[in-house]
């Protein structure tokens, strides 16, 4: 069983930054692929990005060179650095685990992660 704990949420101006910060319990996250989903109000869950357990990391063409995903095995967490943000990006932000190695088209799917977090709200005003 894994927890995922999401902070670092907000309200911030288009054009600011925000890092994400999601912190998960067990003794074997370093096993897991790691992913940053996001849903605004009226649609589905999309992916953002995520960062497999070899460090290779995936992004959303919308968010490519803006928003960088790592992750800090020690602390058993993983980040989202989220710089020149747009009104778009305004959405709850949800942390998920995957376990185990898998190809990159299948962490850009949400139903294929084991865990999930409660979300953290992003707004970016314009």
């Known amino acids: 069983q894994v927890q995922l704990v999401e902070s670092g949420g907000g309200l911030v101006q288009a054009g600011g930054s925000l890092r994400l910060s999601c912190a998960a319990s067990?003794?074997?996250?370093?096993?897991?692929?790691m992913g940053w989903f996001r849903q605004a109000p009226g649609k589905e869950r999309e992916f953002v990005a995520a960062?497999?357990?070899?460090?290779?990391?995936y992004y959303a063409d919308s968010v490519k060179g803006r928003f960088t995903i790592s992750r800090d095995n020690a602390k058993n967490t993983v980040y989202l650095r989220m710089n020149s943000l747009k009104p778009e990006d305004t959405a709850v932000y949800y942390c998920?685990?995957?376990?185990?190695?898998?190809?990159?088209?299948?962490?850009?799917?949400?139903?294929?992660?084991?865990?999930w977090g409660q979300g953290t709200q992003v707004t970016v005003s314009s």
């Open positions: 998920a685990a995957k376990y185990g190695y898998s190809g990159s088209y299948v962490y850009r799917i949400a139903s294929s992660y084991d865990y």
């Open positions: 067990g003794r074997t996250f370093s096993s897991y692929a």
């Open positions: 960062i497999n357990w070899t460090g290779s990391t």
